[in-house]
């Protein structure tokens, strides 16, 4: 019977906090106003990475960017912290309900075309999935 205790509690304490670091570990949160005319192309780069397609046409410059909007540090925090306290005062129940909810909110799949002028500076957006 101690042997069963003593798996329970290690079982508990491997469980426990799995939706803590997975809120802690969400994606940040990305400066989408970019996306807007005449923001220079370095910004877009310094902000969202390489572009995932980039091409010329008829001497114009276009690019695609594919990218996950998380969250501000502090709704990541303050998640983690809720799922903390959830856990402890549940004695670790909580992650049945915390980890498949924090599966599901991991951010949003953001999708948009970007054509610049002999600039670079942008001069069309189009948001293909946000």
């Known amino acids: 019977m101690r042997y069963i205790k003593v798996a329970f509690i290690v ?49 114009r410059k276009f690019e695609i960017y594919k990218f996950v909007d998380g969250y501000s540090p502090g709704a990541k925090a303050g998640r983690a912290v809720l799922h903390g306290t959830a856990d402890i005062l549940t004695f670790g129940i909580w992650e049945v309900v915390g980890t498949p909810t924090e599966g599901v909110f991991n951010g949003n799949e953001n999708t948009f075309r970007v054509r610049y002028d002999k600039d670079d500076r942008i001069d069309e957006v189009v948001a293909l999935k946000k």
């Open 11 to 59: 079982f508990m304490l491997q469980m426990n906090a799995c939706s803590v670091f997975m809120a802690a570990k969400q994606p940040g949160k990305k400066d989408v106003s970019l996306f807007r005319v005449g923001t220079p192309r370095g910004m877009l780069l310094a902000e969202f990475g390489l572009p995932l397609v980039a091409e010329e046409r008829n001497g």
